[in-house]
């Protein structure tokens, strides 16, 4: 009994210990100590965007530093991996959005930040030009930044290759206002669709959801679109059940190029069993508001002209450069051969500048375009901008102790003579920055259905798996690497909430 009532003593103390702590902490998250004022007569240094690259790089910088000012027209960061799933309600987007206020009040020192477009880069004044494109403008909407060093991490645009009436009748999937367009639209063809007298081809018609790419995003919203059906619509709305249809276009001979040859072959057939079509070797050329022109390649070579009607169209074949980047680098002659990005060195300086890094799917480093790379890329830009600070910080105190010496007493030039030796040896480490080298932790696609597929980088080698477990898997490794505590709840949240209600189907 005494060892019983110990026990219980024990069990109580930990639990108000752990309850204590948990407190302390979402305090301390709450209310960050008190920032360092900016200090103007430090280096301005100006990050673009508030993606994965620029987040990234501010995670890990030193803002004491710096003079840093963050310029982007969204002040939110958008963990994209989960985009696909708020289209139908699976998760709510704000559960995958984290504020960059909330972001920079946790930096040692201010951070500024000015929700603005960035409309023009002249690298040789070293300014860049700022727009406010948002609904409520003030008397000032347009100005201009000086900089010491910048940041470009601005992303990239959906690609249309100039393909007539993608812009005016397609949904992009990119940020969170896509999402919310494509959850909206989902449910304006069903209800439009159930109206009454509707004709059955119009039914056919609006309840036909395609989607153009067959990149992961393409797979991925497919998978997603045909499991709210399967799992809630068929429930809610039965008399849409004969005519609901996801086709999945690619002008490619398979889906998912970036993947293994298995699970290409894995994720080809998961989709005919989930009665989702794949149109590979079917090029679009053409869109209008009820219809996709498409040309088929048949085995033989020769051509097939195809017109497919559609309720909802998704477009998602990869990405193109912003303005802003294609002005910068139509300014720069040593950039003259680059296509795709901004071309970079291997300390992801601008070719061609001296003082402009850029991160991410605008930079062009031999790599994909993924947030992967782009959260490495920031990483690594930390790394070395906290590395010139210091650099620069015990070079000045080298030469306040040089300057010292020469004045100095013997027995002074002694202990001065130990602390320059001990500051170069600090010198040395600090500059032991190599260039940046990608580490690919591997590709994870949800596929619907409860299935994900995953080529795995491990010890050297490659793992490819792909089924229900792949998917606890990735369930797991995307709600670790949501940006914050608060965002791996909502999103824990959310799934059990569309698990136990059903996602849901109102139209707002
Ligand atoms: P972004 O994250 O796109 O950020 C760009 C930032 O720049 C934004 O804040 C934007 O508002 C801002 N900006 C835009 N224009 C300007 C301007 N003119 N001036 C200033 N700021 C500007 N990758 C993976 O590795 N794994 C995944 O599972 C994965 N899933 C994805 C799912 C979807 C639906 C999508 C669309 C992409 C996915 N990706 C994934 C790719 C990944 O999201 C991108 O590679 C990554 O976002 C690139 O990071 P970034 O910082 O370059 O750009
Ligand atoms: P993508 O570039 O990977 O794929 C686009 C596809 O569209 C290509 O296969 C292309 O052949 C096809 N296409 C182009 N024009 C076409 C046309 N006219 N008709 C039919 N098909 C056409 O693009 P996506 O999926 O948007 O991905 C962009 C980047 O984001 C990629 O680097 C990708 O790896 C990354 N990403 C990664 C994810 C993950 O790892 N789970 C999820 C989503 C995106």
Sequence with gaps: RTTLRWLWRFTYLGVIGFLGYTGYTIYLLRTPSEQEEVDASKKTLVILGTGWGAVSLLKKLDTENYNVIVISPRNFFLFTPLLPSCTTGTIEHRSIMEPIRNILRHKKAQVKYYEAEATKIDHQKK???????????????????????????????????????????????????????????IMDCVETASFKDQSPEERKRLLHMVVVGGGP???????????????????????????????????????????????????????????????TKTMVKNVTDKTIEAEFT????????EVIPYGLLVWATGNTLRPVVKDLMSQI????????????????????????????????????????VASQEGAFLARLFNSLAKTETINAELAKLSAEQAKATSDERTRILNNIKALQRQLRRVKQIGPFEYSHQGSLAYIGHDKAV??????SGNIASGGTITYWFWKSAYVNMCFSTRNRALVLLDWVKSYIFGRDVSRE
């Design 333 to 372: 002659p040593a950039q003259k051969d680059s296509r795709r990005g901004l071309a970079v060195n291997e300390y992801l300086v601008v070719n061609g500048t001296e003082n402009i890094w850029a991160v991410g799917d605008c930079a062009i480093a031999n790599y994909a375009p993924t947030a992967q």
């Design 454 to 459: 995953a080529d795995i980088t491990w010890l």
């Design 127 to 185: 300014v860049v030009y700022i727009n406010d494109d948002s609904e409520i403008k003030g008397d000032t909407s347009s100005t201009e930044v000086p900089y010491d060093m910048l940041v470009v991490g601005v992303g990239a645009e959906n690609a249309t290759f100039g393909i007539p009436g993608v812009r005016e009748h397609s949904c992009f999937l990119k940020e969170v206002a896509d999402a919310q367009r494509i959850r909206k639209r």
């Design 217 to 279: 995003t393409g797979v991925e919203f497919a998978g997603e679109l045909q499991d709210f059906f399967e799992q809630d619509l068929k429930k809610w709305v039965p008399e849409i059940v004969d005519n609901f249809h996801v086709t999945l276009i690619e002008a490619l001979p398979n889906v998912l190029p970036m993947f293994s040859k298995q699970l290409i072959d894995y994720t080809e057939n998961a989709f005919k069993e989930e009665s989702i079509t794949i149109k």
């Design 298 to 305: 048949r085995p033989d070579g020769t051509k097939e002209k």
